[in-house]
């Protein structure tokens, strides 16, 4: 039977009841609300109420960090991408972190609505190792399936296209890299992916240079996000370019964020303040000594950016202009 649960169709077996279901999806029923068709089902009357065909369903839980609205980000202020909406402008890799469980926590702490996946081959020597599936529900967060370590179109195309058969995901994040020194974008290779993708039918946020020719370039592609690097992968280096990054900024018709070099706080509001749209990382929480405070850093430093920048800063001046009126001065 197929039901629509969290905006997305499920086939579940059978007819079951609320309770069945939630025992199906592994749900303890009592951390969780149920609503069926804009109707909410209490939880005492989970085992009597069976659900039928096309029913949709919204289950929903509480969660701490402040993943949701907040003071910090308004609801009239989303960041939208692909035309889906979403509160947290931060968006965070799963890679370089100690174990699973620190990758689920930091995550947490982040705030993050987003997080990049890689497409890696399953260990079938071992089909009872943990996944990262395990421990990063992608009924939670949205799952971004990432092209990292491809060097050709073609194997980001092919890596994508496995992504998408594993996880129906159509929203993904190119990047075709052009060495392994420097794993800066390879300009050519990540065009022609670009459009093999999009003719295929994906919504592509797109790694690329901080040059504004290229990434104007793929936004008339059709990428429905532009990401330009602040540094090399990996650097921590902060926004080498500023003056790029603006420029991308103010001329693109969808969302820019800037991807790859963050190291620090500070960098990642310095982003904001240029009216980035968001700012996706990595190394910057999973390298830090405490990756679960830093992930709570890097939320805090990412919202305050973006009211700085939506406040619009003071006015740049050569000389002093005191704060206090000389009026009335004894």
């Known amino acids: 039977m197929r039901l629509m649960i969290n905006g997305e169709a499920r086939e579940v077996a059978g007819e079951p009841t609320v309770a069945e279901l939630l025992g199906q999806l592994g749900l303890d029923a009592r951390k969780i609300a149920v609503e069926r068709n804009l109707e909410i089902v209490r939880r005492?009357?989970?085992?009597?109420?069976?659900?039928?065909?096309?029913?949709?369903?919204?289950?929903?839980?509480f969660i701490g960090g402040?993943?949701?609205?907040?003071?910090?980000?308004?609801?009239?202020?989303?960041?939208?991408?692909?035309?889906?909406?979403f509160t947290s402008r931060l968006l965070v890799g799963t890679g370089k972190y100690k174990d699973f469980e620190e990758t689920a926590r930091a995550i947490e702490a982040s705030g993050a609505e987003i997080v990049t996946v890689a497409v890696r081959r399953v260990n079938v020597t071992d089909p009872s190792a943990?996944?990262?599936?395990?421990?990063?529900?992608?009924?939670?967060?949205?799952?971004?399936?990432?092209?990292?370590?491809?060097?050709?179109?073609?194997?980001?195309?092919r890596t994508l296209r496995l992504a998408r058969e594993a996880g129906g995901w159509n929203l993904v994040k190119l990047e075709v890299l052009g060495d392994h020194k420097t794993l800066y974008p390879d300009v050519t290779e990540t065009l022609k992916a670009a459009e093999a993708l999009i003719r295929?039918?994906?919504?592509?946020?797109?790694y690329t240079s901080d040059d504004p020719?290229?990434?104007?370039?793929?936004?008339?592609?059709?990428?429905?996000?532009?990401?330009?690097l602040a540094a090399p992968i990996g650097s921590g280096l902060g926004i080498q370019n500023p003056v790029n990054i603006r420029i991308i900024v103010e001329q693109a018709g969808v969302p820019v964020l800037v991807d790859a070099g963050v190291g620090t706080p500070s960098e990642a509001?310095?982003?904001?303040?240029?009216?980035?749209?968001?700012?996706?990382?990595?190394?910057?929480?999973?390298?830090?000594?405490?990756?679960v405070m830093m992930a709570r850093a890097m939320k805090a430093a990412v919202e305050a950016g973006r009211l700085g920048y939506l406040a619009g800063r003071m006015p740049r001046k050569f000389y002093a202009d005191p704060s206090s009126p000389l009026a009335g001065l004894i």
Request: hydrophobic share 45%; proline share 6%; aromatic share 6%.
């Open 213 to 228: 020719i290229v990434a104007k370039k793929l936004e008339d592609l059709g990428c429905c996000a532009i990401m330009p």
């Open 44 to 61: 005492a009357e989970f085992e009597a109420t069976r659900l039928a065909e096309g029913d949709r369903l919204e289950i929903v839980h």
């Open 269 to 291: 509001a310095a982003a904001m303040e240029l009216g980035c749209d968001g700012v996706l990382m990595n190394s910057a929480i999973a390298g830090a000594k405490d990756p």
């Open 66 to 85: 402040g993943s949701g609205a907040d003071a910090a980000a308004p609801a009239e202020d989303p960041f939208v991408v692909a035309g889906r909406s």
């Open 130 to 157: 943990p996944m990262l599936m395990d421990y990063v529900d992608p009924r939670r967060y949205v799952y971004l399936p990432n092209t990292a370590g491809c060097f050709t179109a073609d194997d980001a195309v």
């Open 200 to 206: 295929d039918g994906f919504d592509v946020m797109v």
